[in-house]
């Protein structure tokens, strides 16, 4: 990381200044002055008008062909797929085959002092990734520790080569990343041994010279712990959920920039996909029939269930599998139970259980059956959603780990445009390849967000401020949106007297974010040029505590010029914050209301 710059001085009780947002300056430079964007003035009477097109939304739906030994096939064009969007036919206007080849590592580009950003990773064509999540937070300890030592060797062993992973684990305090991308999966796995034999939570951030960039969000969130969430170790079921759909979200966040489709393997132990517990007892939905692994399924495929149980959760599911999708991250759910059996328990079962320990010993076997059909509806459903694959049932953990690897090398991307009528909500899909003999694997659902994006439903929740808290307790930085920071110690000394009695004389600290090109989303569907950007900082100290915050809009219609230069030369946002001698963890979150992307960037900064 860079080193953090010092700052100037600043009596205690001085207010900063309001930031100045601009376009930054675009390759072709327009006649007369520049001009910011909260003024939406034209530069120059003799520049050239600029007109965006209405932007239409397309449909992507990354998918995976296969023939009857297993073999992915090339060279499929358009008129080999059929789309259905919610039981209509819809054509194929785009497709893409993408072969990520090995990488070996990755290129991380070389930022100044005081300098930090989202995007020092730079690709220059698909990888083939791989994030493992290694979820405690729905597993017991005896599973753990096998699933583990599988994990290990596999890491250490049987990883194609080229291939880069990142190690996640999840537990009782949130999502913590143990390892980012890396090439060294051998160097990985022997790292993972050496923690798990030792007890430590954390693994080496050096494997062949790699360096971590995981210290300063780790400081943010928690001062290297797990990250704080919802659950505070109550034994709940919903909280629990939800913390597992929030560590998928925070996962979909931090590699959205990655191009190339990515499988996430959920190493667990699953949960039930309702909260209650129950299952329906109208026998699922009319048309319903039975799934892969011989438990009830929906009409909507997915599990038959009691719906007062799901409904106020429904809407946390379909939101993550479409971050997920959004991401380009298929979900391969691995269970770390193994083949699972419903023996009867010992004798001391009975003994645990005192009362009438006949009938509870009655119940026992269809209790645990339907808990086992219960994970699996949930770790099918999961994998369904997002074009994964669910692997249950089965000693071999690693064949699940090998099938989530290979997925990575090769894909197609199929694309259509959604209808303008089309009702927001989920919408059910369904992909065929139009070839005899050959199977075809894709997401089955998608998420249709109304209109204007840019504002909450009535009496909703508000999607931007529940993205911006997301990005803000992450451990990771979030990718969607590329951003950089710059401290800037520009001297400054307000105009306020001096402070006296004693106090200590706060500093004001300049910085700058600047978005590149494109990277901003210029909405055109009234015929204006309309932004809507959130821009929130803020300043914790290494105990945790807040120092600082605010929280700054850009939203509104530009004339055209403007708009020309923000989105070809793209977005600087230049302000200040007003900070004690110290130590400081800086979170700056960008969010783009328009398309509901988010980027983030932790910066250390040291107030002398």
């Given at each position: ?426 919408h059910k899909l369904h992909v065929d390849v139009d070839r005899g003999g050959m199977h075809i694997r894709a997401r ?165």
């Amino acid at each position: 990381g860079s080193t953090p710059a010092a700052a100037s001085p600043l009596p205690p009780d001085a207010d900063q200044p309001g930031p100045a947002i601009r376009p930054a300056e675009t390759a072709v430079k327009p006649a007369g002055p520049k001009a910011g964007v909260a003024s939406s003035t034209v530069p120059g009477s003799g520049a050239t008008a600029y007109k965006l097109q209405v932007r239409t939304r397309l449909v992507l739906v990354p998918a995976l062909v296969y023939d009857s030994k297993g073999n992915f096939v090339s060279g499929l064009k358009a008129q080999d797929f059929t789309i259905k969007d919610n039981g209509k036919v819809q054509p194929v206007k785009f497709i893409e085959e993408i072969v990520a080849p090995p990488a070996e590592d990755l290129a991380k580009t070389q930022l100044p002092p005081g300098t930090y950003s989202n995007s020092v990773l730079t690709p220059k064509a698909p990888l083939r990734v791989v994030i493992i999540l290694f979820d405690m937070l729905n597993s017991h300890f005896k599973d753990q520790v096998p699933a583990r030592v599988q994990l290990t060797k596999y890491l250490r062993t049987q990883v194609a080569p080229g291939t880069m992973v990142a190690l996640l684990g999840l537990g009782r305090g949130g999502l913590r990343m143990y390892h980012d991308l890396t090439s060294d999966t051998q160097g990985l796995g022997t790292e993972l041994e050496m923690a798990m034999n030792s007890g430590r939570h954390s693994i080496s951030t050096n494997l062949q010279g790699e360096m971590s960039e995981t210290e300063a969000n780790e400081a943010f969130v928690g001062h290297g712990e797990f990250a704080p969430t919802g659950s505070h170790g109550r034994d709940d079921r919903k909280f629990i959920i939800l913390d597992t759909l929030a560590a998928f979200k925070n996962i979909a966040g931090a590699y959205a920039s990655l191009p190339g489709r990515k499988s996430l393997i959920w190493v667990t132990g699953g949960f039930p996909f309702e909260i209650d517990g129950s299952k329906s007892t109208s026998g699922g939905a009319p048309g319903s029939g039975k799934g892969s692994h011989g438990s009830n399924s929906g009409s909507d495929g997915m599990p038959a269930l009691d719906k007062d149980s799901l409904l106020d959760i429904l809407d946390d599911y379909r939101s993550t599998w479409q971050a997920l999708s959004d991401a380009n991250i298929a979900l391969y759910p691995v269970d770390m139970h193994g083949l699972m059996t419903t023996s009867m328990p010992d004798a001391s079962y009975q003994m645990k259980r005192g009362g009438n320990s006949q009938v509870a010993l009655g119940k026992f076997e269809n209790q645990k059956q339907n808990r086992n059909e219960d994970n699996i509806d949930t770790m099918t459903t999961f994998a369904n959603e997002t074009g994964g694959k669910a692997f249950y049932n089965n000693n071999d953990l690693v064949s699940g780990f090998r099938q989530a690897v290979d997925d990575t090398r090769s894909s197609y991307v199929l694309g259509y445009y959604l209808d303008e009528d089309a009702t927001p909500g989920w919408h059910k899909l369904h992909v065929d390849v139009d070839r005899g003999g050959m199977h075809i694997r894709a997401r089955t659902g998608f998420l249709v967000k109304k209109a204007d994006s840019a504002h909450p439903d009535s009496g909703g929740k508000d999607p931007g401020a529940v993205d911006v808290d997301l990005a803000m307790e992450s451990p990771m930085n979030f990718t969607a949106i590329p951003m950089t920071v710059r401290w800037i110690d520009n001297g400054q000394v307000p105009t306020a007297p001096a402070a006296t009695g004693g106090l200590i004389a706060k500093r004001k600290v300049a910085f700058q974010i600047t978005l590149p090109p494109h990277a901003a989303t210029l909405d055109d569907t009234d015929g204006q040029h309309r932004v809507s950007l959130n821009f929130v900082t803020l300043a914790r100290t290494p105990q945790g505590d807040e120092a600082v915050d605010f929280v700054k809009k850009l939203e509104g219609a530009l004339k055209p010029e403007v708009a020309r230069q923000l989105d070809l030369g793209g977005v600087k946002f230049d302000s200040t914050v007003v900070l004690a001698p110290g130590y400081y963890n800086v979170r700056f979150v960008v969010r783009d209301n328009f398309s509901g992307k988010v980027g983030s960037v932790t910066a250390p900064l040291v107030v002398k």
